[in-house]
Nanobody, 120 residues
Framework: QVQLVESGGGLVQPGGSLRLSCAASGSNFAFNTMAWYRQPPGKQRELVASLTRRGSNYADTVKGRFTISRANAKNTVVLQMNSLKPEDTAVYYC???????????????WGQGTLVTVSS
């Protein structure tokens, strides 16, 4: 199986930056999609950014401010968040859609979530 561990959340002032990381461990796999979602207080979870072999996509609310990328450790995805706004406050979750190498089983795996608070 595959496990995801997130890091990098915290408190930041408006206009500041944060970098979230999500590292996968466990069984060997090929990734299909790496993505970040967020769930603001009292609201539903929403897609923030996704990365496939064809490229990246972003929610309109974060375009030009957030960047999703794979780190040098290929099983790690990073979300660089710049020019943060109070409305970016949320629990951020990483999500990997992978295919296990040994069994070709497709898995949809979620991280535990990390809180990002943007406030002065």
């Amino acid at each position: 199986q595959v496990q995801l561990v997130e890091s990098g959340g915290g408190l930041v002032q408006p206009g500041g930056s944060l970098r979230l990381s999500c590292a996968a461990s466990g069984s060997n796999f090929a990734f299909n999609t790496m993505a970040w979602y967020r769930q603001p207080p009292g609201k539903q979870r929403e897609l923030v950014a996704s990365l496939t072999r064809r490229g990246s996509n972003y929610a309109d609310t974060v375009k030009g401010r957030f960047t999703i990328s794979r780190a040098n450790a290929k099983n790690t995805v990073v979300l660089q968040m710049n020019s943060l706004k109070p409305e970016d406050t949320a629990v951020y979750y990483c999500n990997f859609q992978v295919t296990l190498s040994a069994t070709t089983e497709d898995l949809d795996v979620w991280g535990q979530g990390t809180l990002v608070t943007v406030s002065s």
